[in-house]
T-cell receptor, first 115, second 114 residues
Framework: EAQVTQNPRYLITVTGKKLTVTCSQN?????MSWYRQDPGLGLRQIYY???????DKGDVPEGYKVSRKEKRNFPLILESPSPNQTSLYFC??????????????FGDGTRLSIL | AQSVTQLDSQVPVFEEAPVELRCNYS??????LFWYVQYPNQGLQLLLK????STLVKGINGFEAEFNKSQTSFHLRKPSVHISDTAEYFC????????????WGAGTKLIIKP
């Protein structure tokens, strides 16, 4: 089954304790992206990756890191989490296609609470 | 696309009634348009998309949307809603030839009243 898998689904942690949210896709997609979803703000892009070893900042990259060492994986790293990073996070992937006309496939989300 | 506006944060509607969820965007170039649906405690999934051609687009679960270039709108409609349509709906736009990024609306929660 084609899917984007995120782990963990839920996490409660404390300020300053490094954490990693993993994302893996089995569709051989070139493009992957991380979003955060907050009430009333819709989805805001954190980082994206056009392909292996190619990453770029989205709209709200502060406090986050990513890496793309393999095509299927795109982990999101919070080196020193703070309470304002409490949010619902989504990983997405899509084929690059001939342009940006390809739909994105989303994981089920990771709900992070930073105390 | 510079911005995407979903005019209603919530839309309550009775079961079996028609519904329209509004989406307007601002852009000076050609665009691709998408509607995604997010069911409770799930990720987003594609409902329908407009790339080119016919301005009336049909999607899954009986939804359709109409692209209106002059009004820069892409409203989502369904003639008769069901309780299972309870979800949040997101409009998203990308500009043809841009750097592959989507601009998202803030979402509209569809609330179905029995």
């Amino acid at each position: 089954e084609a899917q984007v898998t995120q782990n963990p689904r839920y996490l409660i942690t404390v300020t300053g304790k490094k954490l990693t949210v993993t994302c893996s896709q089995n569709m051989n997609h070139e493009y992957m992206s991380w979003y955060r979803q907050d009430p009333g703000l819709g989805l805001r892009q954190i980082y994206y990756s056009m392909n292996v070893e190619v990453t770029d900042k989205g709209d709200v990259p502060e406090g986050y890191k990513v890496s793309r060492k393999e095509k299927r994986n795109f982990p999101l790293i919070l080196e020193s989490p703070s309470p304002n990073q409490t949010s619902l996070y989504f990983c997405a992937s899509r084929k690059s296609g001939t342009g940006n006309d390809q739909p994105q496939h989303f994981g089920d989300g990771t709900r992070l609470s930073i105390l | 696309a510079q911005s995407v506006t979903q005019l209603d944060s919530q839309v309550p509607v009775f079961e079996e009634a028609p519904v329209e969820l509004r989406c307007n965007y601002s852009s000076s170039v050609s665009v691709y348009l998408f509607w995604y649906v997010q069911y409770p405690n799930q990720g987003l999934q594609l409902l329908l998309k407009y790339l080119s051609g016919s301005t009336l687009v049909k999607g899954i679960n009986g939804f359709e949307a109409e692209f209106n270039k002059s009004q820069t709108s892409f409203h989502l409609r369904k003639p008769s809603v069901h309780i299972s349509d309870t979800a949040e709906y997101f409009c998203a736009v990308s500009e043809a030839g841009s750097n592959y990024q989507l601009i998202w609306g803030a979402g509209t929660k569809l609330i179905i009243k029995p």
